[in-house]
């Protein structure tokens, strides 16, 4: 229940294209999804994030696309550019859990932009 | 600002060996966290700590151990050393826990052979 399943492992797209990266989560309590970018030899940093009282938050090419319901939510590139190549991760938790912070990822998707 | 600094960036242990990883933030944040992240697996939960004299286990601590004497660093305790082990390792700490940007270090690659 604490799993958040992260698909596809693996992604190519085209300059200027859609990229579309998706996440699914069973644990109800989850209220914080954070999507995190990682470039080879770096740690990961915040991209974006979103609570479910919301259904899609964007930042400038980048969206979150939440479904409450169907306990998955996803991002979207828009106009895709090389340098998006990088690992994404997503991210779920829970304020529940005490205020630990403790975040569960997704198991990442490496994202390659070919110009 | 320096943010979260890790040392050392690169090891290689042997089977049995011990070894602190070094981690070390100037933010003044509370929450500190150890992961390790393996390919196509994430990053998975070691430690945590809340604060100052706290710490408590995350999703797979077997073979670590930590401690928190300060609010700035939260080395990492190897201890008889394992292939198992073999992986990157990332500090990270955030303000307020829940909800907000966690913050990352480079990563130490270690390999146990």
């Known amino acids: 229940q604490q799993q958040v399943k992260q698909s596809p492992q693996s992604l190519i797209v085209q300059k200027g294209g859609i990229s579309i990266i998706n996440c699914a989560y069973e644990?109800?309590?989850?209220?914080?999804f954070p999507w995190y970018q990682q470039f080879p030899g770096k740690g990961p940093a915040l991209l974006i994030a979103?609570?479910?009282?919301?259904s899609e938050k964007k930042e400038g090419r980048f969206t979150i696309s939440f479904n409450k319901s169907a306990k998955q939510f996803s991002l979207h590139i828009m106009d895709s550019q090389p340098g998006d190549s990088a690992t994404y991760f997503c991210?779920?938790?829970?304020?529940?859990?005490?205020?630990?912070?403790?975040?569960?990822f997704g198991q990442g998707t490496t994202l390659q932009v070919k110009p | 600002n320096a943010g979260v600094t890790q040392t050392p960036k690169f090891r290689i242990l042997k089977i049995g060996q011990s070894m602190t990883l070094q981690c070390t933030q100037d933010?003044?944040?509370?929450?500190m966290y150890w992961y390790r992240q393996d390919p196509g697996m994430g990053l998975k939960l070691i430690y945590y700590?809340?604060?100052?004299?706290?710490?408590d286990k995350g999703e797979v601590p077997n073979g670590y151990n930590v401690s928190r004497s300060t609010t700035e660093d939260f080395p990492l305790r190897l201890e008889l050393a394992a292939p198992s082990q073999t992986s990157v390792y990332f500090c990270?700490?955030?303000?307020?826990?829940?909800?907000?940007?966690?913050?990352f270090g480079q990563g130490t690659r270690l390999t146990v052979v």
């Open positions: 990270a700490s955030s303000y307020l826990g829940w909800g907000t940007e966690a913050f």
């Open positions: 644990n109800t309590a989850f209220d914080y």
């Open positions: 979103i609570r479910p009282d919301v």
């Open positions: 991210a779920a938790s829970l304020s529940r859990s005490g205020n630990t912070g403790k975040l569960i």
């Open positions: 933010m003044n944040h509370n929450y």
């Open positions: 700590s809340v604060g100052a004299g706290i710490t």
